[in-house]
């Protein structure tokens, strides 16, 4: 299932917009200007990590779940969370 996460560039470019800033709360507005992905593109992509846990939502703020053992910030072998 992680494979199929990783291989839709909207995934890509909202995990790496999430990445520069991990433990940053943002909002679908700004996650949409940073990416420039269209409406349904981002709310399909936002959907699926968010079910797969890699995403938490809270009320209108989105952010990185550290806590999942799926999310692992680049240059680092292991979760940030333990």
């Given at each position: 299932m992680l494979t199929t996460l990783l291989s839709?560039?909207?995934?890509?470019?909202?995990?790496k917009l999430f990445s520069l800033v991990p433990g940053?709360?943002?909002?679908?507005?700004?996650?949409?200007e940073f990416t420039r992905l269209p409406?349904?593109?981002l709310d399909?992509?936002?959907?699926?990590l968010v079910?797969?846990?890699i995403i938490?939502?809270?009320?209108k703020l989105l952010r990185l779940n550290l806590s999942n053992?799926?999310?692992?910030i680049p240059?680092?072998?292991?979760?940030l969370s333990k």
């Open positions: 839709s560039k909207s995934n890509l470019k909202i995990l940053k709360a943002l909002t679908r507005k700004i996650i949409k409406n349904v593109s399909i992509a936002l959907d699926k079910k797969e846990g938490e939502q809270e009320k053992k799926k999310t692992i240059n680092q072998k292991e979760p």
